[in-house]
């Protein structure tokens, strides 16, 4: 499941910081634009998500909004370049 959330900018990296000590959280990262941090989270299921959502992220200190997109396929992980 892809997360884009929108933090306020001063509580960017205790965001981040919490988020990245989440087991669910395999990736997160700041970018820019109308959402400022991108995560890729795995849950079991959709009860595990909601529960996710708005027990460990909604919480967090400076999340002002949370969009999410699951992730239906994938065509490419990332791996190690081989020579």
């Known amino acids: 499941m892809l997360l884009w959330l929108s933090?306020?900018?001063?509580?960017?990296?205790?965001?981040g910081k919490?988020?990245?000590?989440?087991?669910?959280?395999?990736?997160a990262a700041a970018t820019t634009g109308e959402t400022n941090v991108v995560?890729?989270?795995i849950c079991p299921d959709m009860a595990a998500l909601?529960?996710?959502?708005?027990?460990?992220?909604?919480?967090?200190p400076g999340v002002e909004r949370v969009e999410s997109a699951p992730s239906l396929r994938h065509v490419k992980q990332v791996?190690?370049?081989l020579p």
């Open 18 to 27: 919490a988020l990245a000590g989440h087991p669910e959280v395999v990736f």
């Open 50 to 60: 909601y529960g996710y959502l708005t027990r460990r992220v909604g919480p967090l």
């Open 39 to 41: 995560v890729t989270v």
């Open 7 to 15: 933090v306020a900018p001063a509580h960017l990296e205790t965001v």
């Open 79 to 81: 791996g190690a370049v």
